[in-house]
């Protein structure tokens, strides 16, 4: 599959020839669904806990005889139908985590990347030319790019100009190829591969 190469003004440059297993692949939504709820569930903390009656401080007498007042027989203020009571099955610290065959979650990933290429949401650029970090050289790049939503800039690895340059506008990412993800993918509108950037994707997902 060939797909032009633009520049940062914008101009077709020259066309690279994409795998076609990888970003012209079969679109299984359902394995993308899969491992969307699988990442999000993973990046739960599991932190939250709540504290039955025998955690709740106080309650340790009991607030009247068991018989002859005429009221409901009580042993604890702290009790769940009291306020202040302990809470019964509440939420406590547990591990949210789920399990994905390497092959299921490589693709997912590889149908997210065919549908990006299929919705013309997928933008390949030669070089980031950069000498300094400045957010309005990114900001004219898009521009020129025609991207109008969210973007998710896909690096080869550490470039700390681009970094720099891309991290105060709030609807763009920068991603290392290595760790591209379904929930970046179909969380940013337009992806945009550096031409560096994709013979390491080509590697992983290959």
Do not use: C
Not at 104 to 125: D, E, F, H, P, T
Request: zero cysteines; glycine letters at 8%.
């Amino acid at each position: 599959m060939l797909v032009p190469v633009r520049n940062m003004a914008g101009e077709t440059v020259s066309e690279i020839e994409l795998r076609d297993d990888i970003f012209a692949a079969p679109i299984n939504k359902y394995v993308m669904h899969q491992a969307l709820v699988r990442q999000l569930a993973n990046a739960r903390r599991g932190t939250h806990s709540t504290k039955d009656r025998g955690e709740v401080s106080g309650g340790g007498r009991k607030p009247w005889r068991q018989k002859g007042t005429g009221r409901a027989r009580q042993g604890s203020i702290r009790a769940p139908q009291w306020r202040g009571g302990g809470t019964v099955f509440g939420p406590k610290p547990r591990s949210y985590e789920q399990r994905m065959p390497r092959k299921m979650r490589r693709l997912a990933i590889r149908s997210a990347l065919s549908a990006k290429v299929a919705a013309n949401q997928l933008v390949v650029l030669d070089a980031w030319q950069l000498d300094a970090p400045k957010t309005k050289a990114i900001v004219g790049a898009l521009q020129n790019l025609n991207v109008q939503r969210s973007a998710l800039i896909v690096l080869p690895g550490h470039n700390p100009v681009v970094e720099k340059s891309a991290r105060n506008l709030p609807d763009v990412k920068t991603l290392w190829a290595g760790y591209l993800n379904v929930r970046d993918l179909l969380g940013y509108h337009t992806v945009i591969l550096s031409l560096d950037s994709i013979p390491e994707i080509e590697r992983i997902l290959g």
